[in-house]
Nanobody, 122 residues
């Protein structure tokens, strides 16, 4: 069974940076596309970024493009999200997710982590 464990969340001032990590176990990591989603208070879960199985193709929501970078290390079984120039509207619980094929729709993803809180103060 695939297990995903996020880490790296916390409190940061606007304009600051955070790096989230997601540790993957229970299957062959390189068989899975990975993504980050987030859910802000009172809002639905939304797509943030995704990366293909070999890391060759990435995709970002318009709200984070040019500020966030998704990457993966298939030797370490981990996917990361570098978040720069953070804004208060980035405040949310961030989830990593795994699927056999990448995409922006959450129902494409079979496995989810428990989430990590990111809070950006103004």
């Amino acid at each position: 069974q695939v297990q995903l464990v996020e880490s790296g969340g916390g409190l940061v001032q606007a304009g600051g940076s955070l790096r989230l990590s997601c540790a993957f176990s229970g299957h062959t990591f390189s068989n899975y596309a990975m993504a980050w989603f987030r859910r802000a208070p009172g809002k639905e879960r939304e797509f943030v970024a995704s990366i293909t199985r070999n890391g060759a193709i990435t995709d970002y929501s318009d709200s984070v493009k040019a500020r966030f970078t998704i990457s993966r290390d298939n030797a370490e079984n981990a996917v990361n999200l570098q978040m720069n120039s953070l804004k208060p509207e980035d405040t949310a619980v961030y989830y990593c997710a795994a699927a056999l094929v990448t995409g922006r729709r959450s129902n494409r993803y079979d496995y989810w982590g428990q989430g990590t809180q990111v809070t950006v103060s103004s």
